[in-house]
């Protein structure tokens, strides 16, 4: 098995499940405060988003031509797979808590996922751990605030 596949559906799957899930997750709680809408945001976001991304990352490497169909199917399953299991771990603060409380244990777990990733990836590459968290938690942030204030926009907008 190709180890680069691996990693490269594990890290993208894994980023993408934890801010897109992150972002739906908050946009929809600030817009309809609903339960039922997070946990139907979550298991889309699980399943078709997992397929879109897997479907992404098939193509493009397929576009790099270099590798073989069997690496190009690793990464796509894994890619597939770690989205899927991401997102799906988000919905149990959702069963377990207040919608208020879940979505703040959702941010520190989401977040914690994406540290702990960055961390083992400055590690590989030889970088600055601190430098390379920085960054991914502060562009999960900007996404995580503007979806908040997204999602209010959307409940004064539109409400009756």
Known sequence: MSKHSI???LSFGLTSGVITT??????VSSAAGSRVAVIGAILTIAVADAFSDALGIHISEESENRHSA????IATISTFLSKFFFALTFIVPVFLFSLENAILISVIW????LS????????QQHISPWQV???HLIIA???IF????IGLWISQAFSS
């Open 133 to 135: 968290i920085s960054e």
């Open 22 to 27: 992150l972002g739906l997750m908050v946009g």
């Open 141 to 143: 942030l900007v996404v």
């Open 70 to 73: 069997k690496e190009i199917w």
């Open 110 to 113: 989401g977040l914690s996922i």
């Open 7 to 9: 990693l490269v559906g």
């Open 146 to 149: 503007s979806t908040h204030y």
């Open 116 to 123: 702990a990733m960055s961390y083992i990836l400055a590690k």
